[in-house]
């Protein structure tokens, strides 16, 4: 079945790392994606990763993807303010026509 | 290039009412969806069009209507609302799923 986990909330203080956790559970995922949703805006999608790797990189952002635990973290060095939101995580499985299933959300406090 | 456009921005409708959600895209997208997003659920999708001229059901159709009006505009249609429509609903298109600002609903 589809199913994607996030905890619901974050707090951290600027300047330090922040990392975000989501698990699935369904094995056939070719995409996995990361949005980012400032209050009263749509989601703004950050990065991606296909299944097939591990890691990636861009900028202050790094995605750790553990397969065998169905397991993704979106790390964002050095925290700042702006980097307040709620991120989703997102799914796309074999055959889905496109579709995402995407995770309850997590919003991430920034204090000074 | 604007994107993804939604309209209107906000709504309020007494129950039975009905209205037209409409969405346009510029990107040249074969793909658009719509969701729902509702407190402490993340987005649900609705209905969704892999490409012009055809529609498909999502995971929280009832209710709700589509048409895939030509390549560029995907409209939802609620024929006769409820209380439990009552949410931010969120058109996207293309494959990585580039997002409209939504339109928020509110049905009394």
């Known amino acids: 079945g589809e199913d994607v986990e996030q905890s619901l909330f974050l707090s951290v203080r600027e300047g330090d790392s922040s990392v975000i956790n989501c698990t699935y559970t369904?094995?056939?995922?070719?995409?996995l994606y990361w949005y980012k949703q400032e209050p009263g805006a749509g989601l703004q999608l950050l990065t991606y990763?296909?299944?097939?790797?591990d890691m990636k990189q861009d900028q202050r952002l790094t995605v750790l993807l553990n397969k065998k635990d169905k397991h993704l973290s979106l790390r964002i060095a050095d925290t700042q303010t702006g980097d307040s939101a709620i991120y989703f995580c997102?799914?796309?499985?074999?055959?889905?026509?496109?579709?995402?299933?995407f995770g309850t959300g997590t919003q991430l406090k920034v204090e000074l | 290039n604007a994107g993804v456009t939604q309209t209107p921005k906000f709504q309020v409708l007494k129950t039975g009412q009905s209205m037209t959600l409409q969405c346009a895209q510029d990107?040249?997208?074969?793909?658009m969806y719509w969701y729902r997003q509702d407190p402490g659920m993340g987005l649900r999708l609705i209905y969704y069009?892999?490409?012009?001229?055809?529609?498909d059901k999502g995971e929280v159709p009832n209710g709700y209507n589509v048409s895939r009006l030509n390549k560029r505009e995907f409209s939802l249609r609620l024929e006769s609302a409820a209380p439990s429509q009552t949410s931010v609903y969120f058109c996207?298109?293309?494959?990585?799923?580039?997002f409209g600002p939504g339109t928020r609903l509110t049905v009394l």
């Open positions: 996207a298109s293309g494959t990585l799923q580039f």
């Open positions: 369904d094995s056939s995922s070719t995409y």
């Open positions: 990763i296909f299944s097939n790797m």
């Open positions: 997102a799914e796309k499985l074999t055959g889905g026509g496109n579709k995402l299933t």
């Open positions: 990107m040249n997208h074969n793909s």
């Open positions: 069009s892999a490409s012009e001229g055809t529609t």
